[in-house]
């Protein structure tokens, strides 16, 4: 009864590779973000779908393209992926976008050499 | 810009120990205002959040934190630190961004705890 799951747990790949990463909440939530933490543990949003519509989009490069097919999803594709993508990558939801609460899951550990 | 400043990287205590963390925010309104913990390898769990009413605030596994307006700080506190209190403190704060909110997240303390 996990309320904010991604996959994988662990992504190791090449420069020059297109992956992605998968998340999905089963708590209701209309909101959806996602957040980088890097090796320096520094966290940050990038993202955030509110009812599966982009809200916030953190001038993240356009490498980085967040896919929400429903509410309860909201995807990561990263193309052309590079040495500083290495991160850790938090998916996380809140009720709507008034809510400050969030829910964050587990984390994506990519590593990319 | 709103920030989150998390003055001390690392700090060490011994098992028993009280504990103080610190955590000073630049918001211009009133600030919504969280502490969570990323054990080793996991995500983020929320300890405690301050919206409103009473400054100081209870959270999960006994820590507490004061909110203080004219230090604009946010410590959080624990009397009696346990060995599985080891790991990384994250205090935030909740900007809105025209209706829409965001974390601000500080840059995190790494709690050791001696034995």
């Known amino acids: 009864d996990t309320a904010v799951s991604q996959t994988p747990k662990y992504l190791v790949t090449q420069m020059g590779n297109d992956k992605s990463i998968k998340c999905e909440q089963n708590?209701?939530?209309?909101?959806m973000y996602w957040y980088k933490q890097d090796s320096k543990k520094f966290l940050k949003i990038m993202f955030s779908?509110?009812?599966?519509?982009?809200?916030i989009n953190e001038t993240v490069p356009n490498r980085f393209s967040p896919k929400s097919p429903d509410k309860a999803h909201l995807n990561l594709h990263i193309n052309s992926l590079e040495l500083g993508d290495s991160a850790v990558y938090f998916c996380a939801s809140s009720q709507d976008i008034s809510v400050l609460w969030i829910h964050f899951g587990p984390g994506t550990r990519l590593t990319v050499t | 810009a709103q920030s989150v400043t998390q003055p001390d990287i690392h700090i060490t205590v011994s098992e028993g120990a009280s504990l103080e963390l610190r955590c000073n925010y630049s918001y211009g309104a009133t600030p919504y205002l969280f502490w969570y913990v990323q054990s080793p390898g996991q995500g983020l769990q929320l300890l405690l959040k301050y919206f409103s009413g009473d400054t100081l605030v209870q959270g999960i596994k006994g820590f507490e934190a004061e909110f203080k307006r004219s230090q604009s700080s946010f410590n959080l506190r624990k009397p009696s630190v346990h060995w599985s209190d080891a790991a990384e403190y994250f205090c935030a704060v909740g900007e809105d961004t025209s209706g829409t909110y965001k974390y601000i997240f500080g840059t995190g303390t790494r709690l050791k705890v001696l034995a």
């Open positions: 779908y509110n009812n599966k519509e982009l809200i």
């Open positions: 708590l209701g939530h209309d909101t």
